[in-house]
């Protein structure tokens, strides 16, 4: 039985601009997400540096303007040091975050080549789990002085003579965690962070640094965490990080398809946080979020890193994903765009075979998964203002997280062109839903596209890559500013308005 719902699109209700930021990746050493997922020498498309080009067309394709390196739970027993000059000389290291044996062949300014290739910036994060304030500076001083000093001059003697000025800085990962290597509490972590940020700012006042929050909402300091951390760092970091993964191997549809109420739930209980700190602190400043890490994960199934075997890049968390997190991974895009004004940073986690949008085999084929196409076309078309879009519809019961809205939607609108794009989500996984869009006067559709499928356990392969990809979609109507759209259960739309000519 179909449903009905509706909403409004108005330019004057404005959010904030898009920004480019929100559309980032994440690439760790972890499992094959470097080696023979973006770093393959002897790969026949791998070009002099050993960068899969394969790889490197879909990464463009894919929209991504910012990349996280180098971790994640690896950066927090890591030795930047490792993984700079002749590749003949740098030693093998046990990664005891995922129990890897690192080579370390590819290393910082192998990413940043990489990076200029692939026109993303940079986002690089610090070891402050087994490391401490000494050597974050001399990593910055060796990425980001031009030359005259020790670290500068050991770079360019590395053949890179221009400094990499990398603006963006993790001060660590995830060190609320007791997995993590070093980790520690709000107080310890707090003061750590503080003294960083106050040496690299001292280094360059302009650098942007974000501040570790909580690893995911479960957690039970979360909130807490936050608060410790930023009464001790709030004058000194730009970003407060959040980090969520979703996972659908319970067999609770409902409640996964709308995992983006929890991610906004997260975003808002955080920023609230972070406000209540700036209040009490009498700062005028405010903090911005740097999501991070997300995505759509199957954890039940990964026995944590104990149940690995030591190896040299495995096969790890390689999660094949069907129609419906296609979704899902829409539907947290849209979360991420509707608050627009506080999230500044986000990052999907990871690029490349490891729970990634991009899949590859050694020296074989690199496909698109199916979360590859939601990320992808709003990379693409979210531009301009962010706008506040409320639609009336009906709820949808979940296990998790009560009634939820079945419909989630947001829109950007370009201003120069006057051109609104609507993206929209139908969490009822049981029933279509007739949307009706009011619209400003003169817009007309131009492009619909939808992301649904009969068998919602769909998959790509690297037999069959294109078995699930967005597809015109039907039953779109025109009535003066009414526009009349069907959408699918458990989809996920696009649909641009232009102005008539």
């Not at 070891?127 to 001059?153: F, I, K, M, Q």
């Not at 660590?172 to 503080?194: F, I, V």
């Not at 730009?238 to 906004?264: N, T």
Request: hydrophobic share 40%; aromatic share 8%.
């Amino acid at each position: 039985m179909a449903t009905s719902a509706r909403l409004t699109l108005d330019p004057s209700f404005r959010i904030a601009p898009v920004e480019p930021r929100l559309f980032g990746s994440f690439v760790e050493h972890m499992g094959r997400c470097v080696y023979t997922g973006v770093f393959e020498p002897g790969h026949p498309l791998a070009d002099a540096d050993g960068f899969r080009t394969d790889v490197l067309e879909l990464t463009r394709e894919l929209g991504v303007t910012l990349v996280r390196y180098p971790g994640g739970n690896f950066v927090s027993n890591y030795r930047w040091e490792d993984g700079v000059g002749p590749v003949e000389d740098r030693p093998a290291r046990l990664d005891l975050a995922w129990r890897s044996l690192e080579g370390n062949a590819f290393g910082l300014n192998e990413f940043m080549a990489w990076a200029a290739k692939a026109g993303v910036e940079p986002m690089m994060a610090l070891n402050l789990g087994t490391r401490g304030v000494a050597e974050a500076l001399e990593l910055v001083e060796y990425a980001n002085y031009p030359g005259g000093t020790r670290l500068s001059d050991l770079r360019r003697s590395h053949g890179v003579d221009k400094p990499h000025d990398v603006r963006l800085w993790c001060l660590g990962n995830e060190l609320d965690g007791p997995w993590q290597m070093g980790h520690k509490t709000a107080r310890e972590y707090g003061r750590l962070a503080a003294e960083t940020a106050r040496a690299l700012k001292r280094f360059d006042r302009d650098l942007s640094l974000v501040a570790c929050g909580s690893s995911n909402s479960g957690m039970p300091t979360f909130g807490s965490w936050e608060a410790e951390v930023l009464e001790a760092t709030y004058e000194m970091v730009d970003y407060i990080s959040l980090h969520a993964y979703y996972d659908p191997s319970d067999g609770d549809a409902d409640s996964f398809l709308a995992s983006g109420a929890d991610m906004d739930h997260m975003i808002r209980s955080i920023a609230a946080t972070a406000d209540h700190v700036g209040a009490k602190l009498r700062s005028r400043r405010q903090i911005k979020l740097s999501f991070d890490e997300w995505n759509v994960w199957y954890q039940s199934r990964f026995h944590g890193e104990s149940s690995l075997e030591w190896a040299e890049h495995p096969r790890l968390i390689e999660d094949d994903y069907d129609v419906t997190d296609a979704v899902v991974v829409g539907s947290l895009l849209i979360t991420l765009l509707r608050n627009a004004d506080r999230v500044g940073v986000a990052c999907q986690a990871q690029l490349a075979n490891v729970i990634a949008p991009i899949r590859t085999e050694p020296g074989g084929p690199a496909w698109r998964q199916t979360v590859f196409h939601p990320f992808a076309l709003t990379a693409r078309h979210a531009r301009g203002e962010v706008l506040r879009v409320e639609p009336e519809c009906p709820t949808v019961s979940t296990a998790r997280y009560g009634e939820t809205p079945a419909i989630w939607a947001t829109a950007t609108h370009r201003e120069a062109t006057g051109e609104i794009t609507l993206f929209v989500v139908n969490r009822d996984r049981r029933n279509p839903c007739a949307l009706d869009v009011t619209l400003p006067a003169g817009l007309a559709p131009v492009e619909h596209l939808e992301l649904a499928d009969e068998d919602p356990s769909a998959t790509n392969t690297a037999a069959d890559p294109d078995r699930v990809v967005p597809r015109p979609g039907t039953g779109l109507r025109l009535d003066g500013r009414r526009a009349t759209l069907t959408l699918p259960p458990a989809s996920w739309s696009i649909v641009r308005f232009a102005p008539q000519e």
